[in-house]
């Protein structure tokens, strides 16, 4: 072989080692934690059910994460409905459309260090006793503030039925059973 051809060879093979480091970094600098959401439901009520999150590292440096709470969530198709009502109407500010999203702290107030590749488990335990007690959205998903200010967010996760507020379980049945009609 030429040693032409495999300086150019080698050359090809450098750069794209290069570009997918790049990117790499790329990512974990816009995104430098991942978040898994889960749920955690208790039949016998030996405890609480609770919402979780499994918070980890995956940038090069170690991070300072400030604050992290589960906050429900309008699914698109309702967020969709209720901005198209709100430009029509010309009624409803931003401040006032999301005031029904509630949301569940789920660490203290003192700052939380990871290192690289760390990781840690964050839950907020749930308590339905109260008469206003439930979850009127049918997702929530999980933010975590840095202290350097940047907010990740999670991915949507399902509300389990269990954790539907009364009125929500009613509006859901009825949905379903007028769909289920419809397509007889």
């Known amino acids: 072989m030429n040693i032409e051809v495999i300086e150019n060879i080698g050359i090809v093979l450098s750069v794209i ?8 970094k790329i990512r974990q ?3 430098p934690i991942k978040i898994v ?3 955690t439901m208790v039949f016998d009520n030996s405890g609480p059910d609770s919402i979780s999150a ?9 991070i300072y994460v400030k604050n992290c709470s589960a906050r429900e969530i309008k699914n698109k198709k309702r967020i969709l409905r209720e901005k198209t009502k709100a430009e ?12 029904d999203c509630r ?8 700052p939380l260090k990871l290192e690289n590749g760390e990781s840690i488990k964050l839950n907020h335990k749930l308590n339905f006793n109260h008469p206003l007690a439930g979850f ?13 200010g940047k907010i990740i967010t999670s991915k949507r996760t399902k509300v389990p039925l269990k954790w ?4 929500m379980k009613k509006v859901i049945t009825k949905h379903s059973t007028g769909l289920a009609e419809a397509r007889r």
């Open 17 to 24: 080692v290069s570009v997918i480091i790049a990117i790499k």
């Open 136 to 148: 009127f959205n049918l997702e929530f998903v999980v933010e975590v503030k840095l202290t350097n």
């Open 88 to 99: 029509l109407s010309r009624f409803i500010n931003e401040r006032n459309a999301k005031f």
């Open 29 to 31: 600098y816009i995104n």
């Open 37 to 39: 959401p889960s749920t």
């Open 164 to 167: 539907l507020h009364p009125i």
């Open 54 to 62: 499994d918070i980890t590292n995956i940038s090069g440096s170690t």
């Open 103 to 110: 949301s569940y702290g789920m660490m203290g107030s003192e």
